[in-house]
């Protein structure tokens, strides 16, 4: 089965700057989704990017794909310690509703 | 709302004993997921039910593994019997078809340590 893959892997940054973390993927999507988990929880959903879209936008979160490279990127700007957490992208393909994940990215901001 | 509800939230057993693992979705959702969460594996996709039906359980590890749905609201992971390696985090999560379907909730996992 498929996996986002997330680079890089760990993150440090301090607070109010910009976090980039990118996923690929190997084969064709319908959608692709990005989950925020804190320490000891489960897995929130930010957003969903699909296969006709190149962007989007929800509060300080960007996303972008990039369906010819089989690629996606979040930005997180203006970072705050609260977004200390890891970051997982998703994949769905089309005909279910399975999402294969990605290793997870932790980011780390600094206050 | 109360999102996805599981029980127990830590679970000590030792190796050899049976271990359930409980989940309650959001209401109205038609679709429940269990995911595994290990370091060395990250989350893996075990088995998830559709209108309580079974539709994809090749995820799940072996035969001492077994995922019901009775009804729409409760569904239970067992493991049987249990072993050190099935020390992980385990998921639930739900979503609903008349809402897109594709965004899934999760619960908060069931920490379990099989000695």
């Known amino acids: 089965s498929q996996q986002g893959e997330e680079d890089p892997q760990a993150l440090s940054i301090q607070e109010g700057e910009n976090a980039t973390m990118n996923c690929s993927y190997k084969?064709?999507?319908?959608?692709l989704q990005w989950y925020r988990q804190n320490s000891g929880r489960g897995l929130v959903h930010l957003i969903l990017i699909r296969s006709n879209e190149r962007e989007k936008h929800s509060g300080r979160l960007r996303v972008t794909l990039d369906t010819s490279k089989k690629s996606s990127s979040l930005l997180i700007t203006a970072s705050r310690a609260a977004d200390t957490a890891s970051y997982f992208c998703a994949t769905v393909l089309y005909g279910n509703n399975r999402l294969a994940f990605g290793k997870g990215n932790q980011v780390v901001v600094i206050p | 709302d109360a999102g996805v509800i599981q029980s127990p939230r830590h679970e000590v057993t030792e190796m050899g004993q049976e271990v359930t693992l409980r989940c309650k979705p959001i209401s109205g959702h038609n679709s429940l997921f269990w995911y595994r969460q290990t370091m060395m594996r990250g989350l893996e996709l075990l088995i998830y039910?559709?209108?309580?039906?079974?539709?994809?359980d090749s995820g799940m590890p072996e035969d001492r593994f077994s995922a019901k749905m009775p009804n729409a609201s409760f569904s239970t992971l067992k493991i049987q019997p249990s072993e050190p390696r099935d020390s992980a985090v385990y998921f639930c999560a739900s979503s609903s078809e008349s809402k897109g379907g594709e965004t899934q909730y999760f619960g908060p996992g069931t920490r379990l340590l099989v000695l």
């Open positions: 084969t064709s999507i319908n959608n």
């Open positions: 039910f559709n209108n309580n039906v079974p539709i994809d």
